[in-house]
């Protein structure tokens, strides 16, 4: 199970980094296209788009891994120890109910697009529409494997994620 963690880790980790490597790739080009050609990438900013989106779905379960979502937990942390981990273990569940909700209507959504095309590049509607049930799906897998570590309020570092990375 380390090892597959460690894979996930680490192909998470890629692919999020690689889709905002490229926007910022097709972003740089387009803006120098039009200020010193006077012409762009037709294509650029619906790609650019839908890179962005896939990196905020498939980096949701890393940003989870390392505390970084969005909690107020202001009158959770004044209550004793057992309410709080009753109401983390809770919060597991609704993160795990609705993400699955997601990846489920995500999967209608793809199969519902999948016929129409794309504005600018032609291509299915469906294949950008993938992010969705892919980035819930990586979402489930993190939360599975930290939701301990999650109630118990021990979230993962930076630092800690290369040492997971390295760990045999």
């Given at each position: 199970?380390?090892?597959?963690?460690?894979?996930?880790?680490?192909?998470?980790?890629?692919?999020?980094?690689?889709?905002?490597?490229?926007?910022?790739?097709?972003?740089?080009a387009?803006?120098i296209?039009?200020?010193?050609?006077?012409?762009s990438?037709?294509?650029?900013e619906?790609v650019?788009?839908?890179?962005?989106?896939?990196?905020?779905?498939?980096?949701?379960?890393?940003?989870?891994?390392?505390?970084?979502?969005?909690?107020?937990?202001?009158?959770?942390?004044?209550?004793?120890?057992?309410?709080?981990?009753?109401?983390?273990w809770?919060?597991?569940?609704?993160?795990?109910?609705?993400?699955?909700?997601?990846?489920?209507f995500?999967?209608?959504?793809?199969?519902?697009?999948?016929?129409?095309?794309?504005?600018?590049?032609?291509?299915?509607?469906?294949?950008?529409?993938?992010?969705?049930?892919?980035?819930?799906?990586?979402?489930?897998?993190?939360?599975?494997?930290?939701?301990?570590?999650?109630?118990?309020?021990?979230?993962?570092?930076?630092?800690?994620?290369?040492?997971?990375?390295?760990?045999?």
């Amino acid at each position: 199970m380390a090892q597959f963690e460690r894979v996930l880790i680490a192909v998470n980790r890629f692919l999020v980094a690689s889709s905002l490597a490229i926007v910022f790739l097709i972003v740089i080009a387009n803006v120098i296209g039009r200020y010193l050609f006077g012409s762009s990438l037709a294509w650029g900013e619906e790609v650019a788009r839908f890179l962005m989106i896939f990196g905020v779905f498939a980096g949701a379960g890393l940003a989870l891994r390392s505390g970084r979502l969005v909690e107020i937990d202001l009158f959770v942390a004044l209550l004793p120890k057992a309410v709080r981990l009753t109401i983390r273990w809770c919060a597991v569940v609704v993160m795990a109910a609705f993400m699955g909700l997601v990846l489920w209507f995500g999967i209608q959504f793809v199969e519902f697009g999948w016929n129409k095309e794309t504005m600018a590049t032609g291509i299915s509607r469906g294949i950008p529409y993938l992010a969705i049930p892919f980035g819930s799906f990586l979402f489930l897998c993190h939360l599975v494997l930290t939701c301990r570590k999650f109630v118990a309020g021990d979230f993962e570092t930076d630092t800690h994620l290369d040492e997971v990375d390295v760990q045999s």
